[in-house]
């Protein structure tokens, strides 16, 4: 295991639900990271957060919104989503901003109908 | 902005033959190049990385070398085995002092196969 747990591991939504995904990590990380992996694209950093501060935003669209509310925990909010908007979303943690090695949750693989 | 090609998409070999995936990143500046490897089911987990300052690195049967001139990059994966099967990605930031240590640019990834 990498320490970082992610809830749920599936989640298939209609287009007008409101959902959230939650991630956990047991790293005594500082710095937690969304990420969407879609089918033969590259992984794509949507938020970052430090100490429970947004530092990046990667022009995410508002229907997707992030929270933090501690060091450990971080979720992302979802409401009014597209069919394009599946795919698996990944959380990493890491030391802080200027430590090299990501680890990465398991994912939560989202199927939006 | 990076980017980072990465090649090939698909690599199948037999068990006991060596491996190599090659990516090319475009921003000069990059100094920071990792490989993860991801497991069906799994997140991506870091197996080896590189600086600049460095032309190669080895940690037993992996291995990955740099050619800054040409800004390429490679894994090697020597005597491979079925349980190396896994989608591999490449990945380039500029870290450092002033740099974003963060903010990997990844290839789009290579699903290895090792026949037994």
């Known amino acids: 295991e990498t320490g970082v747990t992610q809830t749920p591991r599936h989640l298939v939504m209609g287009m007008t639900n409101k959902k959230s995904l939650k991630c956990e990590q047991h790293?005594?990380?500082?710095?937690m990271y969304w990420y969407k992996q879609s089918a033969k694209k590259p992984l794509e950093l949507m938020f970052v957060?430090?100490?429970?501060?947004?530092?990046e935003n990667n022009s995410v669209p508002s229907r997707f919104s992030p929270e933090c509310p501690n060091s450990s925990h971080l979720f992302l909010h979802l409401h009014t989503l597209q069919p394009e908007d599946s795919a698996l979303y990944l959380c990493?943690?890491?030391?802080?901003?200027?430590?090299?090695?990501?680890?990465f949750g398991p994912g939560t693989r989202l199927t939006v109908t | 902005g990076e980017n980072v090609e990465q090649h090939p998409s698909t690599l199948s070999v037999q068990e006991g033959d060596s491996a190599v995936i090659k990516c090319t990143y475009s921003?000069?500046?990059?100094?920071?190049f990792p490989w993860y490897k991801q497991e069906l089911g799994k997140g991506p987990q870091l197996i080896i990385d590189?600086?600049?300052?460095?032309g190669e690195k080895k940690d037993q049967r992996i291995a990955v070398t740099l050619n800054k001139t040409a800004k390429h990059f490679s894994l090697h994966i020597t005597e491979t085995q079925p349980e190396d099967s896994a989608v591999y990605f490449c990945a380039a930031s500029i870290g450092g002092s002033g740099g974003s240590n963060y903010k990997l640019t990844f290839g789009k990834g290579t699903l290895l196969t090792v026949n037994p």
């Open positions: 921003d000069s500046a990059s100094n920071y």
């Open positions: 790293l005594g990380h500082n710095a």
């Open positions: 590189i600086r600049s300052n460095v």
């Open positions: 957060y430090n100490f429970k501060e947004q530092t």
């Open positions: 990493a943690s890491s030391k802080g901003l200027s430590s090299y090695e990501q680890y």
